[in-house]
């Protein structure tokens, strides 16, 4: 788990950037600096023991595109992956395409 958390760190970064969220880019970046070298490429949390770095929220493209003022439109219920709005259903595709998790 903590393996992949770690991957998806330029979904987190990313949408910090896109938020205007500089200084969270900043921690994500410095927790996944350690994780990676600390905690031995993410395979442990390097850093639970910070509560700055422990505590950060995730951040999501469906967040960014409510910071930009994209309201959530209609409730749709999506077979295997199940309800969700259009405006989180469109961010969870694009944190797709950014994470290297979704690379195939």
């Known amino acids: 788990g903590h393996f992949y958390d770690n991957v ?3 979904v987190r970064a990313l949408n ?10 900043g921690l994500e970046t410095k ?14 949390d390097a850093t639970a023991e910070d509560r ?9 493209f469906g967040q960014t595109l ?10 749709l219920v999506l077979p295997i992956l199940g309800g969700t709005s259009l ?7 694009a944190d797709t395409v950014v994470s290297p998790t979704g690379w195939e």
């Open 8 to 10: 998806r760190y330029p």
């Open 31 to 44: 927790k996944f600096a350690i994780n990676t070298t600390v905690g031995l490429a993410g395979f442990r």
């Open 52 to 60: 700055e770095l422990d505590q950060l929220p995730r951040e999501d």
């Open 66 to 75: 409510g910071v930009w003022g994209l309201n959530h439109g209609p409730y």
């Open 16 to 25: 910090a950037l896109l938020q205007g969220k500089f200084s969270r880019a």
């Open 87 to 93: 405006r989180d259903g469109l961010g969870r595709a």
